[in-house]
């Protein structure tokens, strides 16, 4: 079946810009997480939804991150005013509920700010 | 809080050598475990977990791995590697059974070499 997908895979913006990263997670999977990848830093939680429960934000770095799911599925990672060491890859992995389930992950959008 | 430690950054060993890839985690309430690859411009994918049961678990293309909780170790082993194992290889810990929050270590770069 379809794994996890994500879009673009590859984003170079400019400093400032506004970017959009999309995640579409496994069809009947309820909680979607995203990461930051960054060289040598392994990954970092950024946020996780589940169902229909209110976020987990505590991981975003700052308020120009934001990241919403609409009707349970496809999420949009939002990163406003972008800044050069905002320069990552954007993992998202989504899974079914079950402490241990395993986390399935997408291939990620890589993003470089100019 | 939880952390995890892969003590080695990159390891490179030559075909069919054996190699330990070393985890250690620090938790104040049982975890689960688990170990993830990535391969070149891919996303993670499952090697093992360890959930409770039999500390020695087995996963995909040769590896396992050694729950130790004395020493709160998890190191992943294979005895004899190939070129193809060529990879990033991520631990992680899932705090009893939360299943989400995954804490990653930084990787451990493996470079199999002819």
């Known amino acids: 079946g379809a794994g996890v997908s994500q879009s673009p895979s590859n984003k170079v913006t400019e400093k400032g810009k506004d970017v959009e990263l999309r995640c579409d997670p496994i069809?009947?999977?309820?909680?979607l997480y995203w990461y930051r990848q960054s060289l040598g830093q392994g990954l970092e939680f950024l946020i996780y939804?589940?169902?229909?429960?209110?976020?987990?934000k505590s991981g975003l770095p700052s308020d120009r991150f934001s990241a919403e799911r609409t009707g349970g599925s496809v999420s949009t990672l939002t990163i406003q005013r972008t800044q050069q060491e905002d320069s990552a890859v954007y993992l998202c992995?989504?899974?079914?509920?079950?402490?241990?389930?395993?986390?399935?992950f997408g291939p990620g959008t890589r993003l470089t700010v100019t | 809080a939880q952390s995890v430690t892969q003590l080695d950054s990159q390891v490179p060993v030559f075909e069919e050598a054996p190699v330990e890839l070393r985890c250690n985690y620090s938790s104040s309430v049982s975890v689960y475990l688990f170990w993830y690859v990535q391969y070149p411009n891919q996303g993670l994918q499952l090697l093992l977990k360890y959930l409770s049961g039999s500390t020695l678990v087995k996963g995909i293309n040769g590896f396992e791995a050694e729950f130790n909780k004395s020493q709160t170790s998890f190191h992943l082993r294979k005895p004899s590697v190939h070129i193809s194992d060529t990879a990033e290889y991520f631990c992680a810990v899932d705090r009893g059974g939360s299943n989400y929050k995954l804490t990653f270590g930084k990787g451990t770069l493996l470079t199999v070499n002819p």
């Open positions: 992995a989504s899974t079914t509920m079950g402490g241990g389930s395993e986390q399935y």
């Open positions: 939804f589940q169902g229909n429960s209110a976020p987990d």
């Open positions: 069809s009947g999977h309820t909680a």
